[in-house]
């Protein structure tokens, strides 16, 4: 079994990634919902990915500024 099979438990792993939603100060933020939207989107993306048996979801460091 290759590393990479031992690290994921599978040959062929999906990886994903968690988005987030236009962050404050950008043209598309949603002023009325703030942080807390931004957070519940992210929520509910996770939340779908794990669903669907996703195998990872790497934590990356934020790209700012852009």
Known sequence: MS??????GRKKPVI????LG??????LHDAGG???AILKGAEADLA??????VASIPPLPPRWPM
């Open 34 to 36: 703030g942080v807390e």
């Open 16 to 19: 994903a990634m968690v988005h």
């Open 48 to 53: 779908a990915l794990q669903a669907a048996g």
């Open 3 to 8: 590393r990479f099979q031992q690290v994921f």
């Open 22 to 27: 236009a962050m404050p100060g950008t043209p």
